[in-house]
């Protein structure tokens, strides 16, 4: 069983940053695709940014790209998501995720099968 855990949430002002970590439980971690996700009050869950095992295969959603950056590293079992320029619509419950099903850089929600707990990022104007 994989346990991811998210921290790095919090306030912050519009074109601030902010980062975001996730641990894993385990260390076959390593081997999997992982995603950062986030759902707004009243909104769909999103996908915002995926990396591939190796870390070598970037992919994120438009909305974020050129101001977030996803990033993993292997020897510690944790994800990032470094969060620059925030906008107040940028305000959601982020949560990482990890595919043990998918190879390459999966963007549907129901391609990952373990999720965090989810982390607040609220962003003021």
């Known amino acids: 069983q994989v346990q991811l855990v998210e921290t790095g949430g919090g306030l912050v002002q519009a074109g601030g940053s902010l980062r975001l970590s996730c641990a894993a439980s385990?260390?076959?971690?390593?081997?999997?695709?992982m995603g950062w996700f986030r759902q707004a009050p009243g909104k769909e869950r999103e996908f915002v940014a995926g990396?591939?095992?190796?870390?070598?295969?970037?992919y994120y959603a438009d909305s974020v790209k050129g101001r977030f950056t996803i990033s993993r590293d292997n020897a510690k079992n944790t994800v990032y998501l470094q969060m620059n320029s925030l906008k107040p619509e940028d305000t959601a419950v982020y949560s990482c995720?990890?595919?043990?099903?998918?190879?390459?850089?999966?963007?549907?929600?129901?391609?990952?099968?373990?999720w965090g707990q989810g982390t607040q990022v609220t962003v003021s104007s």
């Open positions: 995720a990890v595919s043990s099903k998918f190879a390459g850089v999966p963007r549907l929600g129901t391609s990952y099968d373990y």
């Open positions: 990396l591939s095992w190796r870390g070598d295969i970037t």
């Open positions: 385990v260390r076959t971690f390593s081997s999997y695709p």
